[in-house]
């Protein structure tokens, strides 16, 4: 049973730390997503990548986060430094056509 | 800019009973694609249904159909018999054409009554 798969899938941090969200996306699929959840903004694309290049980061605070395809079985999406602001659900997703899979999401807390 | 807008933040519905969620979005092209997701307490993103624009037939999954309404640019869902198991957040979504970013709505949250 293909599935994107997260990790970590909780974190807790404080604030000033790096933080390394991985994803594997379903083999096959061209398309990762990152997503991040809040009560309050809901579903943000943060940058998705065609073909492990990246098409659209502009959801994406740039000066700390940074989102990579080193290959085509793994994507990161990393802050430096994190700050409180950045507690969220992270999801990923990969997709091939029209389809879209999630995957479990990474909880961050910063404290 | 493509916009989705969901403008029900919550809902209710007694179990077994029929309940119909709400959709609207905005975009300038003739050809694309809606969904709906949902996402139960495990946070799992879920697809409920999808829709391409070029149909006119109204997509339809077991107890879930769907209501779309292309020049109104409206895409409301309809839970027919609802279980306690449809209990989630549930997502509207656009997405211009394959292979493109996902644009989802805010989310409206729906209990089942027993």
């Known amino acids: 049973d293909a599935r994107v798969t997260q990790t970590p899938r909780d974190k807790v941090t404080e604030m000033g730390q790096e933080v390394t969200m991985r994803c594997q996306p379903i083999?096959?699929?061209?398309?990762v997503f990152w997503y991040r959840q809040t009560m309050m903004q809901g579903l943000e694309l943060l940058a998705y990548?065609?073909?492990?290049?990246?098409?659209?980061d502009s959801g994406m605070p740039k000066d700390r986060f940074s989102a990579e395809m080193p290959d085509a079985t793994l994507a990161t999406l990393k802050i430096q430094p994190s700050e409180p602001r950045d507690s969220a659900v992270y999801f990923c997703a990969s997709g091939f056509e029209w389809e879209a899979f999630f995957g479990q999401g990474t909880r961050l807390t910063v404290v | 800019a493509q916009t989705v807008t969901q403008s029900q933040p919550e809902m209710s519905v007694q179990e077994a009973e029929t309940v119909t969620l709400s959709c609207t979005y905005d975009t300038s092209e003739s050809d694309y694609y809606l969904f709906w997701y949902k996402q139960p307490p495990s946070r799992q993103m879920i697809l409920v249904i999808r829709q391409e624009a070029y149909k006119q037939q109204n997509a339809t999954e077991n107890r879930f159909s769907v209501n779309f309404q292309k020049a109104a640019k409206s895409f409301s869902l309809k839970i027919s018999d609802s279980q306690l198991g449809d209990a989630a957040m549930y997502f509207c979504a656009y997405r211009r054409y394959r292979d493109d970013k996902i644009i989802f709505g805010k989310g409206t949250r729906l209990h089942i009554l027993p």
């Open positions: 990548f065609r073909n492990r290049a990246p098409l659209d």
């Open positions: 083999l096959g699929h061209n398309t």
